[in-house]
C-alpha cells in the first residue's frame, strides 16, 4: 500500500468532484496493525452521513472499490465522518449489554433492531465471550436481525 497522503488525497478528491471540499475540515488517514486502511474526516458534512448513516455506507462502498483498484483487491477500508461510526458503535455496544441483562434476568428471547451484517457480526462477537447467552440471526435484509435468547 503506498502511503497515507496518497489515501487522503484520493478522499478529498472524490469529495471535491461532489461538490463538499469547502465543507471538510480535517482528513485523516492511518493504516491499523492488522493492514486496515482508516479514514477520518470532520467538518460541516451531515449530508455526507445521511439517515442512520446511509450515505456514508454509500461513500465507503465507492472509496473502498477506488482503493482496492488502485492498491490491491485484499486492501481493507473504513470511513468515519465526525466520528459517527466511533459513536454508533458504543451505543450499539451499550445496547446489546442491556439487552443481555435483560436475557439473563427474565430468561427470554430480547431481538435488536435490523442491522447491518457489519453490525450483526459485533453483536455477534460482544456476545461470543457470554457461556449463558446464545445469538442468531434471523430474517431476511433489509429487516435481519440478532435475536440474543438464553443458552439452551
Known sequence: MSDMETVKTEVKTMFERMGFGEDLGEINAYQGATGRISVRVRGDARM?????????????HVLRRTIQKKYGQGQRFTLDINDYRMRQMEDLKQDVKAAA??????????????MSSFERRIVHLLLDEYPDIATESVGEEPERRVVIKPYP
Not at 48 to 60: C, F, Q, S, W, Y
Not at 101 to 112: A, C, G, I, M, Q
Open 101 to 114: 441483562k435483560e436475557v439473563r434476568l427474565y430468561r427470554k428471547e430480547v431481538p435488536l433492531r435490523p
Open 48 to 60: 455526507l452521513i445521511g439517515e442512520r448513516g446511509a450515505n456514508l455506507a454509500a461513500l465507503e
